[in-house]
């Protein structure tokens, strides 16, 4: 993947202003020239007691940017009137006065821009505009439509649609990147957002975007399309993921991963996906440019029948949080990373105390519960709270508490919170629900849904970028406290639960607990006899010691590693690798037997040799882009001597080795 911005983009982005006196507005273009708007568009219609021949010179003549003069009837979803002559005039009068753009409606740009054209010979660009508030029409119909359009004389096309579902859009992309001359179209509510935000990938001649204080349903705001969105260094080979959910306004996901996309000179962008239908939208957005996504509410559970393949983690717990569309074949993988961000929040809240022999109070059984409880299963008993019986059954869970809904919590009395050592709250906005104030106040240990959003956001982004976290996990957690401090905006109705689980201090029986067994897979088990393929699952494999006391954190962390290290000493010579976790392949090796080091060695498989693979084994593991991997000892290993003379040396040498021990 190349850097970012290295084909930059022509899309310009544009602020709609929609006030009612002209001071206002001359106010309003000021401002959004500051937050970095490219051009202006002013809506003439909004403007109370609107005068043509004093307002409209008025505005001209103090413009900061370039502007788009639109008048627009109520007939075409405007708020004018009056009069259609005197509407038409007041068109003519700001191509007279030199406007830069005039919009024209399609009904009535054919014999005005013919006469607008002979009569002022100025650069004015005139835009023809079409909106549909029918079903989207299909590619055909719209190319057709656009060609109608080009007749009239235009300069500019600009088509308008309200989607009813997202896949809709990609007919208005395919209309972007595939017409000869500058074209305007986008859909406008929630569903329709990406048209705006993938505007510039696509070819769009303009993208819209509102002030600060003013927030139009379905556009962004200038500041995330200057800002968290970089519109200026999007381009046609920028790779787009995305959070799949419904709703999905509430998302900190794209402040987050698009920062550290840019930081990582990883040319992609992360936007929000509004999913009705997960069979239309996998089938429509099927492409390489759509290489991954994430999944939230309420399609964790459901998405896993849609993957190609499940990641034997996730297909356990039965949801997928993550999807990555293997480059090779174009087959979806799912993946489960809330699992392990989920059980290390708790343990290192609990200050490294292991969950063993706990009882886990859950409530609420959805996606992100099902990961909690699988996680926890293993080393504790669970006690499931769910409305719906038959997903408490298999384990599911809640988001009550989540913005719009603070004033709402789980309805646990406020006198027993203290019965409780630790209670944790899936919710990450706010980062302090009313449930864990009332804990905290209770004497419970609190651990907020901020610490696995962070955890799995990390997860999720080496997934999506095939690369190490290091940098990466600092960054997202410098961006998540920061961004988390504000209000997130949902327009959802819809009531939600994500998981709360509570850790009783003392044991209580309220109803039947179901004790889990014990068994759950180790980090052994993703290990072949021969350590030729690390951390590749072998279904029905057991551990070899089923009494091994393993945190879970210890046994998913490295797993959950991109790269794993794996060494060999034997009495007449030393060899190591790092290899990647999912395709098994070598990215960096070396072993005394080589040729580079043998001359320089008098003993192939002593002290030095070994410091002096680590070495060689760096060098060529940084020549890969590779800077951490995890390490686990196999069954007949011993972490010592020469073995760790080797790990020492790849630390010593810049590469981040996590050693998981028994």
């Known amino acids: 993947m190349g850097s970012t911005g290295i084909l930059k983009n022509s899309t310009m982005i544009c602020a709609p202003l929609m006030r009612e006196t002209v001071e206002q507005m001359v106010k309003e273009m ?21 005068h043509p021949h004093h307002h409209l010179p008025a505005i001209l003549d103090n413009k900061p940017l370039p502007l788009i003069i639109l008048y627009r009837p109520k007939w075409d979803g405007g708020l004018y009137e009056g009069d259609e002559h005197s509407r038409l005039q007041t068109l ?5 006065l030199g406007a830069d753009y005039i919009d024209f409606e399609l009904k009535v740009a054919s014999h005005l821009i013919r006469e607008l054209k002979i009569n002022y010979q100025s650069a004015t660009k005139f835009i023809v505009s079409c909106h549909i508030t029918s079903s989207t029409p299909s590619d055909e119909e719209l190319a057709n439509l656009a060609a109608t359009m080009r007749a009239t004389g235009a300069d500019i096309l600009k088509v308008v649609v309200n989607v009813t579902d997202i896949t809709e859009i990609a007919r208005i992309f395919h209309l972007l990147s595939h017409y000869q001359m500058p074209v305007i179209a986008y859909s406008v509510g929630e ?12 070819g769009g001649f303009l993208a819209y975007g509102s002030i600060k204080g003013y927030s139009i349903p379905g556009m962004p705001s200038l500041y995330s399309v200057k800002h968290t969105y970089k519109h200026d260094l999007m381009n046609s080979e920028t790779k787009v993921f995305g959070l799949v959910s419904k709703p999905v306004s509430h998302s900190k996901g794209p402040i987050l991963h698009n920062p550290t996309l840019r930081h990582e000179n990883f040319n992609g962008v992360y936007v929000p996906f509004f999913v009705d239908n997960l069979k239309e939208f996998f089938s429509t957005y099927s492409g390489s440019d759509f290489p991954g996504f994430s999944v939230g509410i309420p399609y964790k559970e459901a ?9 034997p983690l996730a297909e356990s717990i039965g949801a997928v949080n993550t999807i990555i569309r293997r480059p090779c074949d174009g087959k979806l993988i799912g993946y489960n990373t809330d699992c392990e961000a989920a059980i290390t929040s708790i343990e290192d809240a609990l200050k490294g105390t292991l969950i063993s022999g706990k009882l886990f109070v859950l409530v609420g059984a959805g996606g992100a519960g099902r990961a909690l409880a699988f996680g926890a299963k293993s080393r504790a008993r669970i006690l499931i709270f769910d409305i719906d019986f038959e997903r408490s059954n298999p384990c599911e869970c809640n988001t009550l508490g989540m913005h719009p809904y603070t004033d709402q919590r789980i309805p646990v009395d406020q006198e027993t919170l203290g019965d409780y050592e630790l209670v944790f709250d899936a919710v990450y906005t706010p980062r302090k629900t009313s449930l864990l104030k009332e804990a905290e106040a209770a004497g419970a240990i609190t651990v907020s849904g901020v610490e696995m959003f962070l955890r799995q956001a990390v997860s999720q982004f080496n997934l999506f970028t095939d690369r190490q976290g290091g940098v990466v996990c600092k ?3 410098q961006a998540i406290w920061k ?16 998981p709360c689980l509570y850790l009783p201090t003392t044991s209580f029986h309220a109803g039947q607990v179901h004790c889990s067994p014990r068994s759950f897979f180790g980090v052994e088990d993703f290990l072949d006899d021969d350590n030729s393929k690390p951390y590749t699952y072998q279904k029905g494999k057991k551990s070899k010691n089923p009494n091994k006391h393993v945190s879970f954190k210890q046994r998913t962390e490295a797993y959950m590693e991109p790269f794993t290290l794996d ?14 976790r999912v395709t098994c392949k070598q990215v960096a090796v070396a072993g005394t037997n080589s040729k580079d080091i043998k001359a320089v060695l008098r003993s192939r498989s002593d002290i030095p040799a070994c410091l002096a693979i680590g070495r060689i084994l760096a060098e060529r593991a940084r020549e890969a882009d590779v800077y951490t991997a995890s390490y686990t000892p196999r069954e007949r290993d011993k972490f010592e001597g020469k073995i760790r003379a080797v790990v020492q040396s790849l630390i010593d040498n810049g590469i981040d080795i996590k050693v998981y021990l028994d």
Do not use: W, Y
């Open 30 to 50: 000021k401002q959004a020239k500051a937050e970095g708007s490219h051009l202006l568009e002013i809506r003439l219609d909004h403007i109370t007691n609107f």
């Open 92 to 96: 003519r009068l700001a191509a007279e």
């Open 191 to 202: 569903r329709g957002l990406i048209s705006q935000l993938l505007c510039p990938k696509f």
């Open 303 to 311: 998405v896993v029948e849609f993957c190609d393949e499940v990641h």
């Open 475 to 477: 960054m997202l957690k």
């Open 483 to 498: 961004v988390l401090s504000k209000r997130v905006v949902s327009d959802s109705g819809a009531k939600l639960l994500l």
């Open 567 to 580: 060494v060999f000493i034997s009495k007449r010579f030393v060899s190591a690798s790092v290899t990647h």
